[in-house]
Protein backbone atom coordinates (compact mmCIF):
# COMPACT_ATOMS: atom_id res chain seq x y z
CA UNK A 1 0.00 0.00 0.00
CA UNK A 2 1.11 3.18 -0.61
CA UNK A 3 0.86 6.61 1.43
CA UNK A 4 2.22 9.29 -0.54
CA UNK A 5 1.24 12.60 0.73
CA UNK A 6 4.08 14.24 -1.07
CA UNK A 7 2.49 17.63 -3.50
CA UNK A 8 4.99 18.15 -7.03
CA UNK A 9 3.96 20.83 -9.80
CA UNK A 10 2.24 19.05 -12.31
CA UNK A 11 1.09 16.08 -10.22
CA UNK A 12 -2.11 15.42 -9.47
CA UNK A 13 -3.72 14.23 -6.37
CA UNK A 14 -6.56 11.55 -6.48
CA UNK A 15 -7.90 9.25 -3.62
CA UNK A 16 -10.42 11.85 -1.82
CA UNK A 17 -8.81 12.44 1.88
CA UNK A 18 -5.85 10.00 1.09
CA UNK A 19 -3.58 13.13 -1.27
CA UNK A 20 -2.36 10.24 -3.07
CA UNK A 21 -0.39 11.23 -5.93
CA UNK A 22 -1.34 9.70 -9.17
CA UNK A 23 2.24 9.41 -10.76
CA UNK A 24 3.04 7.33 -7.38
CA UNK A 25 -0.45 5.46 -7.95
CA UNK A 26 0.96 4.56 -11.17
CA UNK A 27 4.40 3.56 -10.16
CA UNK A 28 3.05 0.94 -7.76
CA UNK A 29 0.61 -0.16 -10.42
CA UNK A 30 2.89 -1.09 -12.89
CA UNK A 31 5.40 -3.09 -10.73
CA UNK A 32 2.30 -4.68 -8.44
CA UNK A 33 2.59 -8.41 -8.74
CA UNK A 34 0.29 -11.31 -7.32
CA UNK A 35 1.33 -12.96 -4.71
CA UNK A 36 1.67 -17.08 -5.79
CA UNK A 37 -1.62 -17.72 -3.24
CA UNK A 38 -3.65 -14.80 -5.48
CA UNK A 39 -5.01 -16.07 -9.04
CA UNK A 40 -2.55 -19.24 -8.64
CA UNK A 41 -3.78 -20.24 -12.70
CA UNK A 42 -2.97 -16.96 -13.84
CA UNK A 43 0.22 -16.76 -16.29
CA UNK A 44 -0.22 -13.06 -16.28
CA UNK A 45 1.52 -12.00 -12.65
CA UNK A 46 1.44 -8.38 -13.14
CA UNK A 47 -1.64 -6.96 -14.54
CA UNK A 48 -1.30 -3.55 -15.27
CA UNK A 49 2.35 -3.89 -16.92
CA UNK A 50 0.95 -4.17 -20.34
CA UNK A 51 -0.61 -1.03 -20.31
CA UNK A 52 0.36 2.88 -20.65
CA UNK A 53 0.67 4.78 -17.85
CA UNK A 54 -1.98 7.37 -19.33
CA UNK A 55 -3.94 4.28 -19.22
CA UNK A 56 -3.36 3.09 -15.83
CA UNK A 57 -4.26 6.62 -14.55
CA UNK A 58 -7.58 6.40 -16.41
CA UNK A 59 -8.30 3.14 -14.07
CA UNK A 60 -6.93 4.23 -10.85
CA UNK A 61 -9.29 7.60 -11.31
CA UNK A 62 -12.62 5.44 -11.95
CA UNK A 63 -11.49 3.31 -8.88
CA UNK A 64 -10.98 5.75 -6.32
CA UNK A 65 -13.90 7.91 -7.31
CA UNK A 66 -16.42 5.75 -8.47
CA UNK A 67 -16.93 3.46 -5.38
CA UNK A 68 -19.91 1.21 -7.00
CA UNK A 69 -17.01 0.03 -9.65
CA UNK A 70 -15.84 -3.97 -9.50
CA UNK A 71 -13.51 -5.18 -11.27
CA UNK A 72 -10.06 -7.73 -10.92
CA UNK A 73 -8.31 -4.23 -11.99
CA UNK A 74 -10.15 -2.08 -9.84
CA UNK A 75 -9.84 -4.75 -6.81
CA UNK A 76 -5.62 -4.78 -6.98
CA UNK A 77 -6.04 -0.40 -7.58
CA UNK A 78 -7.77 -0.13 -4.64
CA UNK A 79 -5.28 -2.57 -2.50
CA UNK A 80 -2.53 -0.91 -3.20
CA UNK A 81 -3.75 2.70 -2.24
CA UNK A 82 -5.05 1.33 0.66
CA UNK A 83 -9.22 1.58 -0.26
CA UNK A 84 -12.08 -0.37 0.75
CA UNK A 85 -15.16 -0.99 -0.73
CA UNK A 86 -18.26 -2.64 0.75
CA UNK A 87 -21.08 -3.54 -0.71
CA UNK A 88 -24.12 -2.57 0.57
CA UNK A 89 -26.56 -4.37 2.15
CA UNK A 90 -29.33 -3.44 -0.24
CA UNK A 91 -27.89 -3.39 -4.01
CA UNK A 92 -28.16 -4.48 -7.50
CA UNK A 93 -25.40 -5.49 -9.49
CA UNK A 94 -25.53 -4.16 -13.27
CA UNK A 95 -22.55 -5.76 -15.62
CA UNK A 96 -21.68 -6.75 -19.20
CA UNK A 97 -19.58 -9.25 -20.59
CA UNK A 98 -17.26 -9.39 -23.76
CA UNK A 99 -16.08 -13.00 -24.84
CA UNK A 100 -13.55 -12.69 -27.63
CA UNK A 101 -11.67 -15.80 -29.68
CA UNK A 102 -8.65 -13.32 -29.56
CA UNK A 103 -6.98 -10.32 -28.94
CA UNK A 104 -3.84 -7.93 -29.69
CA UNK A 105 -2.90 -5.26 -27.60
CA UNK A 106 -4.78 -2.67 -29.37
CA UNK A 107 -7.75 -4.55 -28.26
CA UNK A 108 -7.19 -4.45 -24.77
CA UNK A 109 -6.50 -1.38 -24.51
CA UNK A 110 -9.51 -0.01 -26.38
CA UNK A 111 -11.99 -2.65 -24.30
CA UNK A 112 -9.98 -1.53 -20.94
CA UNK A 113 -10.10 1.67 -21.49
CA UNK A 114 -14.02 1.73 -22.15
CA UNK A 115 -14.01 0.39 -18.16
CA UNK A 116 -13.93 -3.51 -19.14
CA UNK A 117 -11.56 -5.40 -16.89
CA UNK A 118 -10.04 -8.63 -17.92
CA UNK A 119 -11.62 -11.82 -16.35
CA UNK A 120 -10.24 -14.70 -18.19
CA UNK A 121 -10.32 -18.28 -17.39
CA UNK A 122 -7.98 -21.25 -16.49
CA UNK A 123 -7.36 -23.08 -19.80
CA UNK A 124 -9.14 -23.53 -22.78
CA UNK A 125 -12.88 -22.68 -22.83
CA UNK A 126 -15.68 -25.09 -23.74
CA UNK A 127 -17.19 -21.58 -25.45
CA UNK A 128 -14.68 -20.91 -27.56
CA UNK A 129 -14.04 -17.70 -26.35
CA UNK A 130 -10.90 -17.51 -24.28
CA UNK A 131 -10.71 -14.10 -24.11
CA UNK A 132 -12.97 -12.18 -21.26
CA UNK A 133 -13.84 -9.08 -20.28
CA UNK A 134 -16.22 -7.68 -17.42
CA UNK A 135 -17.39 -3.83 -16.43
CA UNK A 136 -19.67 -4.14 -12.82
CA UNK A 137 -21.24 -1.70 -11.15
CA UNK A 138 -22.58 -2.76 -7.85
CA UNK A 139 -25.14 -0.05 -6.54
CA UNK A 140 -27.53 0.80 -3.74
CA UNK A 141 -30.38 0.33 -4.50
CA UNK A 142 -31.44 3.75 -2.65
CA UNK A 143 -28.66 5.83 -4.56
CA UNK A 144 -29.63 8.58 -6.67
CA UNK A 145 -26.53 8.00 -9.08
CA UNK A 146 -28.25 4.78 -10.04
CA UNK A 147 -29.79 6.17 -13.53
CA UNK A 148 -26.36 7.76 -14.25
CA UNK A 149 -24.18 4.62 -13.83
CA UNK A 150 -26.52 2.13 -15.79
CA UNK A 151 -26.72 4.74 -18.71
CA UNK A 152 -22.84 5.08 -18.34
CA UNK A 153 -22.64 1.35 -18.74
CA UNK A 154 -25.03 1.11 -21.34
CA UNK A 155 -22.65 3.73 -23.13
CA UNK A 156 -20.03 1.90 -22.63
CA UNK A 157 -21.42 -1.07 -23.95
CA UNK A 158 -22.50 0.14 -27.26
CA UNK A 159 -18.74 1.31 -27.62
CA UNK A 160 -17.41 -2.06 -26.76
CA UNK A 161 -19.24 -3.39 -29.52
CA UNK A 162 -18.89 -1.07 -32.24
CA UNK A 163 -14.90 -1.76 -31.31
CA UNK A 164 -15.30 -5.83 -31.36
CA UNK A 165 -17.56 -5.30 -34.81
CA UNK A 166 -14.79 -3.13 -36.56
CA UNK A 167 -12.05 -5.23 -35.07
CA UNK A 168 -10.58 -7.79 -38.79
CA UNK A 169 -9.99 -10.59 -36.88
CA UNK A 170 -11.47 -11.31 -33.06
CA UNK A 171 -15.25 -12.87 -33.48
CA UNK A 172 -17.19 -12.76 -29.61
CA UNK A 173 -20.05 -11.82 -27.79
CA UNK A 174 -21.42 -8.75 -25.83
CA UNK A 175 -23.90 -9.89 -22.57
CA UNK A 176 -25.86 -7.03 -20.22
CA UNK A 177 -27.27 -8.70 -16.77
CA UNK A 178 -28.71 -7.02 -13.64
CA UNK A 179 -29.27 -8.94 -10.53
CA UNK A 180 -30.28 -8.03 -6.69
CA UNK A 181 -28.40 -9.20 -4.03
CA UNK A 182 -31.03 -11.48 -3.57
CA UNK A 183 -30.14 -13.43 -6.11
CA UNK A 184 -26.62 -13.90 -5.57
CA UNK A 185 -26.25 -16.77 -2.51
CA UNK A 186 -22.74 -17.37 -0.98
CA UNK A 187 -23.10 -20.49 1.18
CA UNK A 188 -20.87 -21.97 3.67
CA UNK A 189 -18.32 -24.60 2.39
CA UNK A 190 -19.23 -28.18 3.39
CA UNK A 191 -17.75 -31.14 1.11
CA UNK A 192 -20.11 -33.20 -0.85
CA UNK A 193 -20.99 -36.27 0.48
CA UNK A 194 -22.72 -39.23 -1.00
CA UNK A 195 -25.97 -38.75 0.29
CA UNK A 196 -25.73 -34.92 -1.55
CA UNK A 197 -25.68 -36.89 -4.56
CA UNK A 198 -28.83 -39.12 -4.17
CA UNK A 199 -30.90 -35.39 -3.75
CA UNK A 200 -29.54 -33.37 -6.55
CA UNK A 201 -32.93 -32.37 -7.60
CA UNK A 202 -33.22 -33.72 -11.12
CA UNK A 203 -37.08 -32.77 -11.91
CA UNK A 204 -36.47 -29.25 -11.45
CA UNK A 205 -32.78 -28.89 -13.30
CA UNK A 206 -34.09 -31.10 -16.20
CA UNK A 207 -34.77 -28.76 -19.55
CA UNK A 208 -34.53 -29.50 -23.38
CA UNK A 209 -31.00 -28.25 -24.64
CA UNK A 210 -31.63 -25.88 -27.85
CA UNK A 211 -28.66 -25.05 -29.97
CA UNK A 212 -28.58 -21.46 -31.35
CA UNK A 213 -28.46 -20.80 -34.76
CA UNK A 214 -25.77 -19.43 -36.18
CA UNK A 215 -27.51 -18.91 -39.87
CA UNK A 216 -30.96 -17.50 -41.40
CA UNK A 217 -31.07 -21.40 -42.90
CA UNK A 218 -30.31 -22.51 -39.31
CA UNK A 219 -32.66 -20.51 -37.53
CA UNK A 220 -35.30 -21.64 -40.61
CA UNK A 221 -34.42 -25.68 -39.58
CA UNK A 222 -34.20 -25.54 -35.98
CA UNK A 223 -37.36 -23.16 -35.33
CA UNK A 224 -35.31 -21.30 -33.09
CA UNK A 225 -34.40 -17.41 -33.71
CA UNK A 226 -31.01 -15.71 -34.47
CA UNK A 227 -31.39 -12.97 -32.05
CA UNK A 228 -30.75 -15.76 -29.10
CA UNK A 229 -33.52 -15.54 -26.79
CA UNK A 230 -31.31 -15.68 -23.93
CA UNK A 231 -33.41 -14.47 -20.91
CA UNK A 232 -31.02 -15.52 -17.81
CA UNK A 233 -27.87 -17.23 -16.63
CA UNK A 234 -27.56 -19.48 -13.69
CA UNK A 235 -23.73 -19.44 -12.18
CA UNK A 236 -22.66 -22.00 -9.44
CA UNK A 237 -19.23 -22.42 -7.96
CA UNK A 238 -18.16 -25.73 -6.34
CA UNK A 239 -14.67 -24.62 -4.31
CA UNK A 240 -10.85 -25.76 -5.65
CA UNK A 241 -7.67 -26.05 -3.57
CA UNK A 242 -5.39 -25.03 -6.25
CA UNK A 243 -1.61 -24.65 -4.74
CA UNK A 244 0.31 -21.47 -4.69
CA UNK A 245 1.69 -20.12 -9.03
CA UNK A 246 4.81 -21.94 -10.06
CA UNK A 247 6.88 -20.77 -12.87
CA UNK A 248 5.67 -24.70 -14.67
CA UNK A 249 3.88 -24.88 -17.73
CA UNK A 250 0.13 -24.08 -16.93
CA UNK A 251 -1.56 -26.82 -19.09
CA UNK A 252 -0.07 -29.47 -16.59
CA UNK A 253 -1.00 -27.16 -13.56
CA UNK A 254 -4.41 -26.92 -14.38
CA UNK A 255 -4.39 -31.19 -15.45
CA UNK A 256 -2.73 -32.17 -11.82
CA UNK A 257 -5.23 -29.04 -9.99
CA UNK A 258 -8.55 -30.91 -12.06
CA UNK A 259 -6.98 -34.62 -11.18
CA UNK A 260 -7.00 -33.28 -7.37
CA UNK A 261 -11.11 -33.15 -7.13
CA UNK A 262 -12.45 -35.59 -4.70
CA UNK A 263 -14.92 -38.38 -6.41
CA UNK A 264 -17.75 -36.96 -5.17
CA UNK A 265 -17.12 -33.23 -6.06
CA UNK A 266 -16.53 -35.00 -9.82
CA UNK A 267 -19.75 -37.06 -9.95
CA UNK A 268 -21.41 -33.71 -9.12
CA UNK A 269 -19.67 -31.65 -11.49
CA UNK A 270 -20.52 -34.94 -13.82
CA UNK A 271 -24.12 -34.40 -13.22
CA UNK A 272 -24.38 -30.70 -13.26
CA UNK A 273 -23.22 -31.27 -17.06
CA UNK A 274 -25.32 -33.47 -17.74
CA UNK A 275 -28.14 -31.36 -17.01
CA UNK A 276 -27.02 -28.40 -18.88
CA UNK A 277 -24.10 -26.75 -17.25
CA UNK A 278 -20.69 -26.59 -18.83
CA UNK A 279 -17.83 -26.35 -16.64
CA UNK A 280 -14.80 -23.59 -16.27
CA UNK A 281 -12.36 -23.28 -14.28
CA UNK A 282 -11.60 -20.02 -12.32
CA UNK A 283 -7.91 -18.77 -12.21
CA UNK A 284 -8.50 -19.09 -8.36
CA UNK A 285 -8.83 -23.03 -8.82
CA UNK A 286 -12.69 -23.08 -8.58
CA UNK A 287 -14.47 -24.68 -10.91
CA UNK A 288 -17.36 -22.82 -12.21
CA UNK A 289 -20.61 -24.18 -13.94
CA UNK A 290 -23.04 -21.88 -16.00
CA UNK A 291 -26.17 -22.56 -17.73
CA UNK A 292 -28.22 -19.87 -19.93
CA UNK A 293 -32.23 -19.96 -20.03
CA UNK A 294 -35.08 -18.95 -22.52
CA UNK A 295 -37.02 -18.16 -20.01
CA UNK A 296 -36.78 -16.10 -16.71
CA UNK A 297 -39.29 -18.21 -14.87
CA UNK A 298 -37.44 -21.34 -15.50
CA UNK A 299 -33.98 -19.55 -14.28
CA UNK A 300 -35.65 -18.71 -11.13
CA UNK A 301 -37.14 -21.84 -10.16
CA UNK A 302 -33.97 -23.40 -10.62
CA UNK A 303 -31.67 -21.12 -8.94
CA UNK A 304 -34.41 -21.89 -6.08
CA UNK A 305 -34.25 -25.63 -6.40
CA UNK A 306 -30.48 -24.94 -6.38
CA UNK A 307 -29.81 -22.68 -3.58
CA UNK A 308 -32.09 -25.26 -1.22
CA UNK A 309 -30.50 -27.97 -2.09
CA UNK A 310 -26.68 -26.74 -1.84
CA UNK A 311 -27.59 -25.34 1.97
CA UNK A 312 -28.84 -28.65 2.91
CA UNK A 313 -26.38 -30.83 1.42
CA UNK A 314 -23.28 -29.36 0.88
CA UNK A 315 -20.58 -28.81 -2.71
CA UNK A 316 -21.98 -25.65 -3.90
CA UNK A 317 -21.31 -22.74 -2.35
CA UNK A 318 -22.45 -19.60 -4.92
CA UNK A 319 -25.28 -19.90 -6.86
CA UNK A 320 -25.92 -16.67 -9.16
CA UNK A 321 -28.89 -15.87 -11.18
CA UNK A 322 -28.46 -13.13 -13.67
CA UNK A 323 -30.92 -12.02 -15.39
CA UNK A 324 -29.91 -10.94 -19.34
CA UNK A 325 -31.11 -7.64 -20.33
CA UNK A 326 -29.26 -7.76 -23.57
CA UNK A 327 -26.90 -9.68 -26.23
CA UNK A 328 -25.32 -9.40 -29.19
CA UNK A 329 -22.88 -11.44 -30.69
CA UNK A 330 -20.69 -10.84 -34.15
CA UNK A 331 -22.09 -11.42 -37.89
CA UNK A 332 -19.69 -12.68 -40.52
CA UNK A 333 -19.89 -12.98 -44.02
CA UNK A 334 -19.65 -16.92 -44.42
CA UNK A 335 -17.50 -18.08 -47.94
CA UNK A 336 -21.60 -18.45 -49.48
CA UNK A 337 -21.96 -15.21 -48.94
CA UNK A 338 -24.53 -16.05 -46.08
CA UNK A 339 -24.05 -14.03 -43.26
CA UNK A 340 -23.04 -15.74 -40.33
CA UNK A 341 -23.39 -15.21 -36.39
CA UNK A 342 -20.60 -16.52 -33.82
CA UNK A 343 -22.13 -19.53 -32.01
CA UNK A 344 -22.89 -19.44 -28.22
CA UNK A 345 -23.83 -22.29 -25.64
CA UNK A 346 -27.00 -24.22 -26.02
CA UNK A 347 -30.22 -22.82 -24.57
CA UNK A 348 -32.23 -24.64 -21.70
CA UNK A 349 -35.82 -24.67 -22.07
CA UNK A 350 -38.77 -26.93 -20.34
CA UNK A 351 -39.26 -30.41 -22.32
Not at 102 to 115: I, M, N
Not at 212 to 222: G, Y
Not at 270 to 281: A, S, V
Not at 328 to 338: D, L, P
Amino acid sequence: MIRVHTWEAGDEMIGAGQNLRLSAVIAAMKTFTYSPETLPLCEERQPFAQFSDELCGEIAREALAVPERRGRLTDVTRQITGQRVADPPDHTTFEAHVGLTTVDPGLVSGLVALGFEPHDFAGPQPTGYHHNFTQQFVVDGSRAGRSRLVALLEERTDRARELVDSHPEALGFIESEVYRGDYARHLPARPPTSETLDHVPHQALTFRKVTVPTTAQEALRSGVSLDCGRAADIHLKIPGRAGPWSPGPLEQRIAQHARSRNPVELRLGEILGELGYYEQISQSGNFLYTAHFADLGDANRSFTALTEFASRYGGITEVIREACTGFWRKSVAGESGETRFCPVPTLLVRP
